[in-house]
């Protein structure tokens, strides 16, 4: 197998974060490593993307038991796309594999996170998605580790986004594998879920 010189000019340095990191199988990797891994691993994108991409690579199938269906069923879809939904979801997806864990958030504009919205006016809101990775979370996925806790391993109702507070009816926090009691996950900052490089990195390494 060829030596490769990491201390050369030629080596992108992004490129050479990678391979001078000196991974054992089973190490842990942390949250920078995950980034510059999906930014530049020539087998990232596959790994991370294409599952989801042909997940949503077929339109819903949408059904309604009442009339005029039709119509009901076109207006949903036209508000689905006007709001971007499905990059939304694809998005989180991401996030959630790269690091272990990621959540999406929905706002509105002029209404303070904190606070519930009455769904009988989100037609005169004007609404956002954001996708949150664990750095904008840090703090507030970190998992309950008592075994006898009503939320055991489960994601808080409440999650901050640099610092500020959203009720729990706007944020869905999602990790990617079960977490493991008492593993800290460096890539997520918190007990939860584990980015799918935790187990390949090495081999990740290799092929490089």
């Not at 879809?77 to 971007?84: A, N, R, T, Y």
């Not at 979801?89 to 519930?116: E, H, L, N, Q, S």
């Not at 500020?164 to 009691?181: A, D, G, M």
Request: overall charge neutral; hydrophobic content about 40%.
């Amino acid at each position: 197998m060829a030596d490769i010189n990491i201390n050369s000019s030629l080596v992108p340095a992004n490129l050479s974060d990678i391979l001078s990191q000196d991974i054992q199988p089973g190490a842990d990797i942390g949250y920078d490593l995950c980034k510059t891994l999906w930014q530049f691993h020539p087998l990232a994108g596959k790994m991370i993307e294409k599952p989801v991409r042909l997940a949503l690579s077929k339109p819903r199938v949408i059904n309604v038991d009442m009339h005029p269906k039709d119509m009901l069923i076109k207006a949903f879809q036209k508000e689905w796309d006007s709001l971007g939904a499905t990059n939304h979801i694809r998005d989180v997806m991401y996030i959630t594999r790269v690091y272990g864990a990621g959540a999406i958030v929905f706002g509105a504009k002029d209404v303070p996170t904190d606070k519930p919205i009455d769904p009988w006016s989100l037609p005169d809101l004007e609404l956002y998605f954001n996708q949150l990775d664990p750095l904008n979370l840090a703090g507030s996925i970190v998992t309950n580790q008592n075994p006898n806790a009503p939320d055991f391993q489960k994601p808080r109702e409440y999650i901050t986004a640099a610092g500020q507070p959203y009720h729990p009816s706007r944020s869905c926090v999602l990790f990617n594998n079960t977490p493991i009691y008492l593993r800290f996950q460096s890539s997520a900052f918190g007990f939860t879920g584990r980015s799918i490089f935790q187990r390949a990195f090495y081999p990740m390494k290799s092929y490089i």
